[in-house]
């Protein structure tokens, strides 16, 4: 199963990257080999070629403190540079993938489970930057400190 640690913000300017970025997390023996967000719009139709950024990503354990007390081992998957091209009003789905090397027609893609964010609303002028929930600046700042999920600061 996927979660959604931290939700993109609930209101972006057209072509801006969306701050805070969207941050997945699942149990580390689920089964999937990597993680694809793609746009929806409010009719439920994925749009190709209107979301920029990174949008496929393996999954990647953090080692801190934190969560070696916790006992679990949980995989995070950040997508650091998302931008939605048009004005409008979105979701993004974030599909946990599974690759299938014994399918009879060659290699094949499985999907494993699918969960979505919350609405965007993206708009032609500029708009305020949303301020993370503390939990979310706290997972935000464990992820940038512990490396290699290339989490943006705040472009305040």
């Not at 929930?133 to 940038?144: A, G």
């Amino acid at each position: 199963m996927v979660t959604i640690e931290v939700q993109p913000p609930a209101q972006v300017q057209a072509g801006a990257v969306l701050y805070p970025p969207l941050v997945i997390s699942s149990d580390s023996g689920d089964a999937y080999d990597f993680v694809q967000v793609c746009l929806v719009d409010s009719y439920g139709r994925i749009l190709e070629d209107q979301l920029h950024g990174t949008l496929s990503t393996s999954g990647k354990t953090l080692n801190d403190r934190s969560s070696s007390r916790s006992g679990g081992s949980t995989v995070y998957s950040v997508f650091p540079d998302l931008a939605v091209s048009y004005a409008g009003a979105y979701t993004l789905r974030v599909n946990a993938l599974r690759m299938d090397y014994n399918s009879t027609d060659g290699a094949g893609v499985i999907l494993t489970a699918s969960t979505s964010t919350a609405q965007i609303l993206v708009y032609d002028q500029s708009v305020a930057t949303e301020v993370p929930s503390p939990d979310e600046q706290s997972l935000l700042r464990r992820l940038r400190r512990n490396g290699g999920f290339g989490v943006p600061r705040s472009p305040r």
